[in-house]
């Protein structure tokens, strides 16, 4: 017997509404395609780029524990502050994250990344001066490219010392026209 | 050993089957509700499993026992029960229902979830929504009652 979408929907609420999830995930729309985006009791956890749910999924158990569901009122602020910065109306996230299983010096880089204001971009050198590694710029390109919460810690700010911007998990071209969205770039 | 696959995946191999199964021993607004705490019952449970073998069995145990409380709730004198759940054919399972099947209920529950699944008493207790103690009791009066063969009357054929 199938289980309606209606009786589905009032299962996933329920479970969230109860508290009990370590993480609760949907996939939503946005200008670059679908994103999956995941949070824990605690705070927006997880960023896809390019959502792949049957691996993420796995990989969020992994990380925050089995009692994983599918729930869209577990990221439903998350989803309005990602639509309302894509329609240019909001410059920075009012969210808590959760980073928990960071390691610390990847945590310390991420709490700089998220410092650094719309419309301007640093270098993974600058990053590296502010928590105190000036030689560590190629390790802060590690944690760029495993930055787990991606527009929302804004690795796309952070390009190399002549200007070129490098690399980004949602492809360059995306990082360019997230720049362009904030002004960054002309 | 089996691993236990992230709650989304349980949820969406079990959830027809549940519901079905509820679908057969109740009318539909009773079965979504207890569809619905099935599944509360089980996330709640979820983390305290120790491997993922028959799970399917799990939960339609509980889904057994929430069918057991409404109907009594409905209809204060009924003795029967509803069928546990038929698992993939595997003889000391059948064996062990089969001999459980003339318990009270949440005797017949424990013995099965604890001989026949191996399930911990943590496990049961979220199982049967009581304490872990309560569960090892019920379980070790049900495995004396079979010894003794001292069966109540009205228990299922």
Redesign the interface.
């Known amino acids: 017997?199938?289980?309606t979408i209606e009786?589905?929907r009032?299962?996933r609420e329920?479970?969230t509404a109860?508290g009990?999830?370590?993480v609760g995930f949907d996939v939503v729309d946005s200008p670059f395609g679908p994103l999956l985006v995941a949070a824990t009791p605690r705070g927006l956890c997880r960023v896809w780029l390019k959502p792949d749910p049957e691996q993420q999924?796995?990989s969020?158990?992994g990380a925050f524990?089995?009692?994983?569901?599918?729930s869209h009122t577990a990221v439903e602020g998350a989803h309005r502050q990602l639509d309302e910065y894509f329609a240019g109306a909001r410059e920075g996230f009012e969210l808590d994250v959760d980073l928990g299983g960071t390691a610390a010096f990847a945590r310390a880089v991420l709490d700089e990344l998220a410092r650094v204001p719309y419309g301007r971009t640093t270098t993974y050198g600058t990053l590296a001066a502010r928590v105190g590694a000036p030689r560590a710029a190629r390790a802060v390109g590690t944690v760029m490219n495993r930055n787990p919460i991606p527009i929302v810690l804004p690795c796309h700010r952070v390009v190399g010392a002549n200007g070129s911007l490098t690399g980004y998990a949602g492809g360059l071209a995306m990082k360019e026209q997230l720049l362009r969205l904030e002004g960054a770039l002309l | 050993m089996a691993l236990i696959p992230p709650f989304e995946r349980f949820y969406v191999e079990h959830r027809d089957v549940v519901l079905g199964f509820l679908r057969k021993r109740m009318a539909r607004e009773a079965a979504e509700d207890a569809f619905q705490e099935t599944f509360l019952r089980a996330l709640r449970g979820y983390d305290r499993l120790e491997h993922g073998e028959h799970l399917r069995a799990w939960v339609l145990t509980i889904a057994a026992r929430i069918a057991i409380d409404s109907g009594r709730r409905a209809r204060p004198t009924v003795h029967e029960l509803p069928e546990l759940p038929v698992v993939d054919g595997r003889p000391a399972y059948a064996e062990i229902e089969h001999l459980a099947g003339q318990l009270p209920p949440t005797e017949r529950a424990a013995v099965v979830l604890r001989y026949a699944y191996d399930l911990a008493y943590d496990d049961i207790a979220a199982a049967l929504d009581s304490s872990p103690e309560a569960a090892r009791q019920a379980a070790s009066s049900g495995i004396r009652r079979l010894r003794a063969q001292d069966l109540p009357p009205g228990g299922t054929p």
């Open positions: 017997m199938t289980v009786l589905d009032r299962f329920a479970a109860e009990t999830l370590d999924l796995d969020l158990a524990g089995r009692r994983v569901l599918r």
